[in-house]
């Protein structure tokens, strides 16, 4: 198990930026295939950003995001992070990271959440326009 804690979540005004971290307890290369979901109120968990550890070049982005949001690792410190800039206030939601198992070869998605076995409990992200 390698718990998984968010931060950095806040509130921000449109066009802002924030930068939310996610925290491993152990290696996140022991459970490579990392991403970040979010779940705005009343709406359905949707994938934002992914990305294989193991691969260079593999995050994927939703197209809401694609172009104003950055994934990116800082494995000697086991974080997760996801760079929000440009913000808009139909990025308000709770963010989530999670982890799952994988090898070089798999892709990390954005899609199936339930490939991800390992979730952090979230962090409150609210633009204001």
């Known amino acids: 198990q390698v718990p998984l804690v968010e931060s950095g979540g806040g509130t921000v005004q449109a066009g802002g930026s924030l930068r939310l971290s996610c925290a491993a307890s152990?290696?996140?290369?022991?459970?490579?295939?990392m991403a970040w979901f979010r779940q705005a109120p009343g709406e359905e968990r949707v994938g934002v950003a992914s990305v294989n550890l193991l691969r260079a070049s593999s995050a994927i982005y939703t197209d809401s995001v694609a172009g104003r949001f950055t994934i990116s690792k800082d494995i000697p410190k086991n974080t997760l992070y996801l760079q929000m800039n440009n913000v808009k206030p139909e990025d308000t939601a709770v963010y989530s990271c999670?982890?799952?198992?994988?090898?070089?070869?798999?892709?990390?998605?954005?899609?199936?959440?339930?490939?991800?076995?390992?979730w952090g409990q979230g962090t409150q992200v609210t633009v204001s326009s």
């Open positions: 999670a982890a799952a198992r994988c090898s070089r070869f798999s892709v990390a998605s954005i899609e199936q959440a339930n490939m991800y076995d390992i």
């Open positions: 152990g290696s996140i290369l022991s459970r490579a295939c």
